[in-house]
T-cell receptor
Framework: NAGVTQTPKFQVLKTGQSMTLQCAQDMNHEYMSWYRQDPGMGLRLIHY???????DQGEVPNGYNVSRSTTEDFPLRLLSAAPSQTSVYFC???????????FGPGTRLLVL | GEDVEQSLFLSVREGDSSVINCTYT??????LYWYKQEPGAGLQLLTY?????DMKQDQRLTVLLNKKDKHLSLRIADTQTGDSAIYFC????????????FGTGTQLKVEL
């Protein structure tokens, strides 16, 4: 198993550009989440999904969209990037019967 | 409301014990977690404790939970240089699905 994979590893955007951060897992996990990590603030939940076709907002959803058309994939879309979205983004997944949440390696995003 | 707090920095000598502390505010927490993050990497689950337990031991790791004071600690025995990392505590809430609320993280530095 590859676990949780994220692409790209690093991205530079200009203000107003759009992009999609990819996240995939091959463990057949029902739950998937997106977090952002900022210095001194820990990780904050952006959006999460409890299964294909079901998504919900987390703590900081503004400026981000998600969809979950398959169990494996959970892309995060930035429609119009802003400098405040400069951060490290982590995707995570887990199965419903266990507490272990598996994190991807992260995507570093810089918005100029 | 949900708020998880940690001290920012801890320095110990190799071979000593490290104790990393965390306080949380939500009394409906069900599970409390400790994650480790090494530089440039994602988060790795170290251990977790169910909210009706007082203590959990796993090799060099001991987790203590004081529900009355909403205080969680992680003790690392015989701390090694490989333990240098950022440690995050996190809580999940009954019925919260995949939502985790993270602390700000404690940077542990192990000196020779």
């Amino acid at each position: 198993n590859a676990g949780v994979t994220q692409t790209p590893k690093f991205q530079v955007l200009k203000t107003g550009q759009s992009m999609t951060l990819q996240c995939a897992q091959d463990m057949n996990h029902e739950y998937m989440s997106w977090y952002r990590q900022d210095p001194g603030m820990g990780l904050r939940l952006i959006h999460y999904s409890v299964g294909a076709g079901i998504t919900d907002q987390g703590e900081v959803p503004n400026g981000y969209n998600v969809s979950r058309s398959t169990t494996e994939d959970f892309p995060l879309r930035l429609l119009s990037a802003a400098p405040s979205q400069t951060s490290v983004y982590f995707c995570a997944s887990r199965t419903g019967g266990q507490e272990t949440q598996y994190f991807g390696p992260g995507t570093r995003l810089l918005v100029l | 409301g949900e708020d998880v707090e940690q001290s920012l920095f801890l320095s110990v000598r190799e071979g000593d014990s490290s104790v990393i502390n965390c306080t949380y505010t939500d009394s409906s927490s069900t599970y409390l977690y400790w994650y480790k993050q090494e530089p440039g990497a994602g988060l790795q689950l170290l251990t977790y404790i169910f909210s009706n337990m007082d203590m959990k031991q796993d090799q060099r790791l001991t987790v203590l939970l004081n529900k009355k004071d909403k205080h969680l600690s992680l003790r690392i025995a015989d701390t090694q240089t490989g333990d240098s990392a950022i440690y995050f505590c996190a809580e999940s809430i009954r019925g919260g699905g995949n939502k985790l609320t993270f602390g700000t993280g404690t940077q542990l530095k192990v000196e020779l």
